[in-house]
């Protein structure tokens, strides 16, 4: 209950928490964990139901703080998936009903990325810019952008451009 008000956390990373430690106190006292490990699912749906994991509200956070972080779709919905959270969930928060509204979260979390790290119409160098173009693109490409919206960054002439 401890880790689960302390941190957020999933359904499936709390019942993994929760095997490991019940391997750990097994190991130390001798006993068999099969006694014990059959409890773990009642366990991670009683602190559910008392709202102290909720796999919609990690979906949240994490959406929100990684699109602030300028990660990509693609980014957001494997890091979604490595915490935990189910596919379902993931897919709902990640979407949007406007296609056009989509692209545009896009294109902001490319241009936030670009700004971190410097690259096209951030770049320090201007006569340098033409030269990275190719490092530039490959740099959102490995973040998960597609390569229209990189080209779309990278090819700015400033970051009001877009506007």
């Known amino acids: ?10 359904r499936r990373d709390l019942a993994a928490k929760l095997e490991q430690k019940l ?3 097994c190991e130390r006292s001798g006993e068999d964990p099969e006694d014990w ?9 009683r602190l559910a139901e008392q709202g102290y994991v909720d796999d919609r509200r990690l979906g949240r956070l994490l959406v929100a703080r990684l699109r602030r972080e300028g990660r990509s779709t ?5 890091q979604l998936e ?11 928060l990640v979407e949007d009903l406007e296609p056009a509204a989509a692209r545009e979260r896009e294109i902001d979390a490319a241009f936030r990325l670009a700004r ?8 320090p160098d201007p006569d340098r810019r033409e030269a990275d173009r190719e490092r530039h693109l490959a740099i959102l490409g490995r973040q998960g952008f597609s390569l229209e919206t990189a080209l779309c960054v ?10």
């Open 154 to 163: 990278v090819d700015a002439e400033s970051p009001g451009s877009l506007e």
């Open 74 to 78: 693609q980014r957001i919905l494997a």
């Open 1 to 10: 209950m401890r880790h689960a008000a302390r941190w957020e956390t999933s």
């Open 37 to 45: 490990r059959a409890r773990i699912p009642d366990v991670v749906a």
């Open 23 to 25: 391997l750990r106190r």
């Open 116 to 123: 971190r790290r410097r690259i096209g119409p951030y770049t």
């Open 82 to 92: 490595r915490r935990g959270v189910p596919d379902e969930i993931a897919r709902e």
